[in-house]
Nanobody, 125 residues
Framework: QLVESGGGLVQPGGSLRLSCAAS????????LGWFRQAPGKEREGVAC????????NYLDSVKGRFTVSRDNNKNTVYLQMNSLKPEDTAVYYC????????????????????WGQGTQVTASS
């Protein structure tokens, strides 16, 4: 099970930190990812992080603004979002994918096994 929290309404230029708490599986055996879906648009991968947390991949439009991290002791993955823009408005989901230790943390949503219920992020004045 994956449960997201931390979403909300923020003015453009503001920051939010999303959290995703995992249970029911061996967290450190999974690559984790954050995805988002805006109304009328397809779901897209925002940031994905390797099992050990040492490698991450980002959507080009969020590079330099968003940071993904994980705490394998707390079974939690985070997404720090800074300098939010109106176009970042979407429902954000975390997901988990069983991989080998050396796997590159790709953000292909079709490869992910477990999904959270999502949390709404709105950047608007």
């Amino acid at each position: 099970q994956l449960v997201e929290s931390g979403g909300g309404l923020v003015q453009p230029g503001g920051s939010l930190r999303l959290s995703c708490a995992a249970s029911g599986f061996t967290f450190q055996h999974y690559t984790l990812g954050w995805f988002r879906q805006a109304p009328g648009k397809e779901r897209e991968g925002v940031a994905c992080i390797s099992r050990g947390g040492g490698r991450a991949n980002y959507l080009d439009s969020v590079k330099g603004r968003f940071t993904v991290s994980r705490d394998n002791n707390k079974n939690t993955v985070y997404l720090q979002m800074n300098s939010l823009k109106p176009e970042d408005t979407a429902v954000y989901y975390c997901a988990a994918r069983r991989t080998i230790l050396s796997a590159e943390p790709t953000c292909d949503s079709n490869q992910y096994d477990f999904w959270g219920q999502g949390t709404q992020v709105t950047a608007s004045s």
